[in-house]
Nanobody, 129 residues
Framework: QVQLVESGGGLVQAGGSLRLSCAAS????????MGWFRQAPGKEREFVARIRWSGGSTYYLYYADSVKGRFTISRDNAKNTVDLQMNSLKPEDTAVYYCAANRYPESPWGPGQYDYFYWGQGTQVTVSS
């Protein structure tokens, strides 16, 4: 079993920054793909970013077009954490943000939420205009 716990959400003005962190514990591997999703009221949960470590210093990073250039995903394998640095925040970034991990390193790891088996409880991000 894998537990994911997010932190770092809050209220920020448009143009500001927030950093979300996700701590993983349990039977998790650094080879599991980790991602961030978000869900705004009345909307579907959508992909934000994901990161895959393939060994050494090689990481593969993927972003939704809506956040590319503003958000940065990173991971610390030694600490089992995945962070999401969010800059130039916009009101439309307001949502509950979820950390997710695929079930096994070899499991699918695309942008679809159904590729991810483990989920955190979510953290609220509110961007005021």
């Amino acid at each position: 079993q894998v537990q994911l716990v997010e932190s770092g959400g809050g209220l920020v003005q448009a143009g500001g920054s927030l950093r979300l962190s996700c701590a993983a514990s349990g039977h998790t591997s650094s080879r599991n793909v980790m991602g961030w999703f978000r869900q705004a009221p009345g909307k579907e949960r959508e992909f934000v970013a994901r990161i895959r470590w393939s060994g050494g210093s090689t990481y593969y990073l993927y972003y939704a077009d809506s956040v590319k250039g503003r958000f940065t995903i990173s991971r610390d394998n030694a600490k089992n954490t995945v962070d999401l640095q969010m800059n130039s925040l916009k009101p439309e970034d307001t949502a509950v943000y979820y950390c997710a991990a695929n079930r096994y390193p070899e499991s699918p790891w695309g942008p679809g939420q159904y590729d991810y088996f483990y989920w955190g409880q979510g953290t609220q991000v509110t961007v005021s205009s």
